[in-house]
Every structure is written in structure tokens, then in C-alpha cells.
């Protein structure tokens, strides 16, 4: 029972799915178009669904001498526009791909200059900071010990230390 009941529904469906239009023109000259036959007296005509394919695409040899003029950038010759071969996708989508990855490369390789720059600019001024904050200051020589620096010294120090305030923040 359920078979017959499954049976019946799929061809119901499958009729409509198969359904004819009909063009349909009265008397008056007014066109409709119906699923069912026309009624008498109008002239009826069955308009076919069926697509008609598409053209083929020219031969290799028709319209040659018009694209061999065509060539792009890169000096190769532009093909006729049309749907791409899969080969031809999966190529540009690695172009695509490397070129994000170049970019991106890029974009860590600023970030990490950036943080190297801020990272040397706030080292130089507390470097400036320091010398300048009037302390004593000292310097450990090639043996380990301590000697302490003159005014002379201090001043170069700091000209240094201004210079790479200057390098690194500007």
C-alpha cells in the first residue's frame, strides 16, 4: 500500500515537471500562454522548453590574426574570453595565495622594525635621561672595574645619546 501510495505521488510530480505551455491566441488577437490545452476556437501552438546549446567555440585557426595583435602586459596573448579550465583556476587561486602571503610577510616584517625602533627610541632616551640627570656617572673598563667619568666625557656621551634619540624617534 505504502508502495502504490509513494508511486502515485512521484508521478504526479514527474507530470508536472513534464508539463506542456501552449500559446494561445482568441480571436481578438490577445496572446496567452497556458499549461493546459487552448480553448476552441483560438488558435494554439506548443512552444518547446528546450533550450537550444550553446555555439561551439571558433577553431584554433578562425580569428587568429585578429588575436595575435592582442597582447597584454606581460607580452602573452590574451585568450578568448570563455569559462576557465580547472588547471587555469587553481593557477591564479595560488597566485592569489602567494601574493597574500608576500603581503602579509611584509606587514610582520614592518610590525617587527616597528617594535624594534620603539623599542631602541625608549632605550636612547633613558639613556639622555640619565646623563643628563646630573649622577655620577661610570663605565666599567676592558679589566671589569669601575671608572667614572669626567664632564668632558659626560658631554660627549650625551651629544651620542642626543644623536640616537634623534636615529631611532624621528
Known amino acids: 500500500m505504502l508502495r502504490l501510495l509513494v508511486l502515485s505521488a512521484l508521478s504526479v510530480y514527474t507530470a508536472a515537471a513534464q508539463a506542456q505551455v501552449y500559446k494561445c491566441i482568441d480571436a481578438s488577437g490577445k496572446t496567452t500562454y497556458l499549461q493546459s490545452f487552448c480553448p476552441s476556437g483560438a488558435k494554439s501552438a506548443a512552444i518547446s522548453r528546450i533550450v537550444p546549446p550553446a555555439p561551439p567555440p571558433p577553431a584554433a585557426g578562425e580569428g587568429g590574426a585578429e588575436e595575435e595583435g592582442k597582447a597584454g602586459k606581460d607580452g602573452k596573448v590574451a585568450k578568448a574570453s570563455g569559462p576557465k579550465s580547472a588547471a587555469e583556476l587553481e593557477q591564479e587561486f595560488r597566485k592569489r595565495k602567494q601574493e597574500q602571503e608576500k603581503l602579509q610577510e611584509k606587514e610582520a616584517q614592518k610590525l617587527a622594525n616597528a617594535k624594534i625602533r620603539e623599542e631602541n627610541c625608549r632605550s636612547s632616551r633613558l639613556q639622555l635621561m640619565n646623563l643628563e640627570s646630573g649622577a655620577r656617572q661610570l ?18 656621551e650625551k651629544a651620542n645619546a642626543r644623536k640616537a634619540v634623534e636615529l631611532w624617534c624621528n
Do not use: P, V
Not at 142 to 155: F, P, V, W
Open 139 to 156: 663605565r666599567l673598563d676592558d679589566k671589569g672595574e669601575r671608572s667614572y667619568l669626567n664632564d668632558t666625557q659626560i658631554e660627549q
